[in-house]
């Protein structure tokens, strides 16, 4: 069971914007700034979008952005596209590991 | 341009070692700079991180994989290994090499900004 808790199942419709979240149990979101964000496409692999909380690699759509709060971390995606249909996962550093996946969120462009 | 290429068996028995190679093009593993990953995704499952080596040795691997999980490294051939040991059913998985960017001298990884095709391996007699 992940330690990164993140919502099963998002929606929206074109144009709108959404909002990912990922909740961890353990401090490591509120102490570092070490949340990076992947895409990734029904039998694709995994693509980086976020880095360092807020940061995007180059090539990545600013519609994409990071953020946090706490214990909390968002991706949100402004103007959906159908394309940003996939599944969306989080990552961090933990004290009880360097590297933790939340569970996964898979988004749902209506 | 980096890439990755994954390699090894797509089947192995009960019990047995997994063993799977990973090699880098366009970079050098001996500049240090970089943290070498595996992640692996069950079918129909999320990532999981299994570990990592970098600073030309330094690794770090996931408590719930550690007793059995071995990342090495020959930097003269620019790959590196992942080896898990007594394998069974839930070690079935599409098997990923990453490259890592961050600050290896602190230990702290930012992301992963590269990734292999994945290679897929089943556990099953």
């Known amino acids: 069971q992940s330690a990164l808790t993140q919502p099963a199942s998002v929606s929206g419709s074109p144009g709108q914007s959404v909002t990912i979240s990922c909740t961890g149990t353990?401090?490591?979101?509120?102490?570092?700034?070490?949340v990076s964000w992947y895409q990734q496409h029904p039998g694709r692999v995994p693509k980086l979008i976020i880095y360092?909380?807020?940061k995007r690699p180059s090539g990545v759509s600013d519609r994409f952005s990071g953020s946090k709060s706490g214990n909390t971390a968002s991706l949100t995606i402004s103007g959906l596209q159908p394309d940003d249909e996939a599944d969306y996962f989080c990552?961090?550093?933990?004290?009880?590991?360097?590297?933790?996946f939340g569970g996964g969120t898979k988004l749902t462009v209506l | 341009q980096v890439q990755l290429q994954e390699s090894g068996p797509g089947l192995v028995k009960p019990s047995q070692t997994l063993s799977l190679t990973c090699t880098i093009s366009?970079?050098?593993?001996?500049?240090?700079?970089?943290?070498w990953n595996w992640v692996r995704q069950r079918p129909g499952k999320g990532l999981e991180w299994i570990g990592h080596?970098?600073?030309?040795?330094?690794?770090f691997y996931s408590p719930s994989l550690n007793s059995r999980v071995t990342i090495s490294m020959d930097s003269s051939k620019n790959q590196f290994f992942l080896k898990l040991i007594s394998v069974d059913a839930a070690d079935t998985a599409m098997y990923y090499c990453?490259?890592?960017?961050?600050?290896?001298?602190?230990?702290?990884?930012?992301?992963?900004?590269?990734w292999g095709q994945g290679t897929a391996v089943t556990v099953s007699s």
């Open positions: 080596i970098f600073n030309r040795g330094n690794t």
């Open positions: 360092e909380v807020i």
């Open positions: 990552c961090t550093y933990a004290l009880s590991s360097p590297v933790i």
């Open positions: 366009g970079a050098s593993m001996g500049g240090g700079g970089s943290f």
């Open positions: 353990n401090g490591g979101i509120a102490t570092f700034n070490l």
């Open positions: 990453a490259k890592g960017i961050g600050d290896p001298h602190n230990y702290y990884q930012f992301g992963m900004d590269v």
